[in-house]
């Protein structure tokens, strides 16, 4: 896992107020909704999924990756797998990964994240997170969403407000049973947020 080196915007900076306890089995803290940002995507693989304030209606559940990422390889990537399948064929749920690259950009290039897609078996879309010109080191995504590195996993509700934000690994059973709440909400939304703090690969 990889965490970041340079400061970002967190989500509090996005406007969260307040972090709660939650039981045990949540594992973790509560995050106040918040509005979330668009993603601003140079090449989709596997379709494009239109921006994210479009898919009012949906649950969309995204992965923050990155192709050397160990934690991105062993826990987030085969999850998102497991989920495409567990997911295949709903309307109120949507998978989304974000390849976010900010180190080793001359290593980890569309080419091989074409090519890492298809040998991974992946079928929901797949992002590559764009730069600014005046910022070629850390992607323009990763700073709207303020993720703290990869993997990330973040959900958004129906309504277009992150719920969950999560750095690392987690109990993938808490999580999806998560998603399959929101899923059941309606557009209005309401209820809270499991998640928890685990080592990651954070940026430098």
């Known amino acids: 896992m990889t965490r970041s080196r340079r400061p970002v915007a967190r989500l509090a900076a996005l406007g969260f107020l307040s972090l709660l306890s939650v039981s045990a089995v949540a594992a973790g803290v509560l995050l106040e909704p918040v509005d979330a940002p668009d ?5 989709w693989i ?11 209606g949906r649950v969309v559940v995204i992965n923050f990756f990155q192709l050397w990422c160990p934690g991105s390889n062993e826990f987030s990537v085969p999850l998102f797998k497991e989920w495409q399948e567990r ?9 989304v990964s974000i390849e976010t690259v900010f180190e080793g950009h001359d290593v980890q290039t569309p080419e ?6 298809r040998e991974s078996g992946l079928t929901h879309p797949v992002g590559i997170d764009a730069y600014a010109p005046d910022d070629p080191v850390i992607p323009v995504t990763m700073k709207r969403f ?5 993997p990330q996993v973040v959900i958004v509700d129906k309504r277009g407000k992150i719920r969950f934000s999560h750095f690392g690994r987690f109990d993938p059973m ?5 998603i399959e709440r929101l899923a059941r909400e309606s557009d209005r939304g309401d209820g809270s947020s499991p998640s928890s703090r685990r080592p990651g690969h954070r940026r430098r």
Do not use: C, H, K
């Not at 379709?47 to 009012?56: E, K, N, T």
């Not at 997911?87 to 998978?95: E, I, K, N, S, T």
């Open 39 to 43: 993603w601003q995507i140079s090449e």
């Open 46 to 56: 596997n379709g494009d999924p239109g921006p994210l304030s479009r898919l009012r």
């Open 87 to 95: 997911f295949a064929g709903r309307d109120d749920v949507m998978l």
């Open 112 to 117: 091989r994240l074409r090519a890492y897609v």
């Open 146 to 150: 303020g993720t703290e590195g990869t």
């Open 174 to 178: 808490v999580v999806e049973a998560f």
